[in-house]
């Protein structure tokens, strides 16, 4: 038997192995380790008219935001909870009508978050909840 034969079996039972790994649960060990929260969040223009999105893992730097770091401290600030973001009371917006909508999905701490706002225009999301949704 070639060395190359003997190691067929070994490599079958460690596939094998791998395929009865319960992933789920070593997923859900490693997010938890990893990170306090992950989240998707959206922003879409009136009637759906334009859409963008990104991936936000707390403790920041995570996912593709680009102000992670600061938006993990504002949503660790809020508990995780977008309706609880401070956001920036000294920015100035205008009355302008261009309703926005914002959606934040994920997770803080293995609590499920699922958060819809609708907002007069982008300054006023931006003022509301500061650097999270400024991407």
Do not use: K
Request: proline share 8%; aromatic share 6%.
């Amino acid at each position: 038997m070639s060395p190359r034969t003997s190691t067929l079996p070994a490599a079958a039972a460690a596939a094998a192995a791998l395929l009865t790994w319960p992933l789920g649960q070593a997923h859900a060990t490693d997010r938890e380790d990893a990170s306090d929260g992950q989240y998707l969040l959206t922003i879409s223009g009136a009637h759906g008219t334009w859409i963008r999105g990104v991936r936000l893992v707390c403790p920041g730097p995570g996912g593709r935001h680009p102000h992670a770091a600061e938006a993990c401290e504002s949503l660790a600030l809020a508990g995780g909870q977008p309706e609880a973001l401070l956001g920036d009371a000294e920015q100035v917006c205008t009355r302008e009508e261009d309703p926005v909508e914002a959606t934040a999905r994920g997770d803080w701490h293995g609590l499920p978050v699922a958060w819809r706002r609708t907002f007069p225009n982008l300054c006023a999301l931006e003022a509301a909840t500061g650097p999270v949704f400024r991407f």
